[in-house]
């Protein structure tokens, strides 16, 4: 029913990854055959999206398994603790990069070779990605039992197959409401200063005949207040065990505007996304990304040397402006004072 297109495969032995930068306009897959590559084309924005950064990570690691059976390195324990060490780097704040990783580690403490530790890499890599497509169509079944039919929502970022293993959070409820036959219209952020809202989210949804609107980020308020929006859908990088989540630079100040106008707020990821370990969003370490980004987003070359930037990535929404966070799991759902009433931790427990 559902398109079941993923920006990473893998195949002859190789990781191949779309360049999301190049997108809409050139569809390029690049192939890695390297854990350097791949820690770089996660830096590099190649690849992004919080669960599809972990999935790469886990490829990277079989990589980094496959390049050690091939070499006659004495020390590839050593050798391999780096490659984890160096993809732990490639960026901070979502924390699927570090769950993955974790599990790949867990899964390679019983190989005896590195050939051996190839094997297990590579089914495992290939299972967090499975895994990750099916929790995708679950949050999807969850997420859109919410809406109203006839619904009208507003996205932010991009948080759909591209971002993922495939079909997508916020934007795979917003698919499977499409499916359904549920939902009259998306409106979507461009999401400055990398427009993961106009250049990845529009190419996903036209693909697919979804009706939608692009909008400059700040249309937003105007947009609340003069059209009927049900419900404000965005994905996560990092939920924190109170529920604070951390999510692309901008959602903080919709989260703001839906309570400020009676629009409701949804926060759509997977378990994978909710760090346990930390009590609230203010221990999230937000990602700073190099100033010429802003700079090229305005069309411009090279920034005067004595221009200030300031580049956040992410913000953290606090608990008590979402109103459900929805996981493969379930439905938690605010009582209204920002809290989630064990619902959270009850996915955690046994
Ligand atoms: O900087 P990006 O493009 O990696 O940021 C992505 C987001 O903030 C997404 O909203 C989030 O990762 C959820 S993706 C399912």
Known sequence: MYSD???IRWKNNCLELLDQRLLPDKEVWWTHEFPEATARAISDMMVRGAPAIGITAAYGVALACMQLAKSTNADWRGKLNKDLELLAQSRPTAVNLFWALERMQTVLKSAASPSRAFTLALNEAKAIHQEDYRMNLAIGEFGSSLLPKE???LTHCNTGALATGGHGTALGVIRTAWGKGNLKHVYANET???????RLTIWELLRENIPCTLQADSAAALLMKTKKIDWVIV???RIAANGDTANKIGTYSLALLAKAHGVKFMVAAPTTTIDMA????NLITIEERETGELWRAAS???APEKLNFHNPVFDVTPAN???AIVTEKGIAKSNGNGEFNNAISVWFSA
Do not use: Y
Request: hydrophobic share 40%; proline share 8%.
């Open 5 to 7: 297109f993923s920006p």
């Open 151 to 153: 619904a009208n929502v």
């Open 192 to 198: 400055r200063p990398w427009l993961q809202g106009s």
């Open 235 to 237: 994905g996560a990088d």
């Open 278 to 281: 930390l009590g609230s969003g």
């Open 300 to 302: 411009q070359a090279d």
């Open 321 to 323: 402006l979402i109103d």
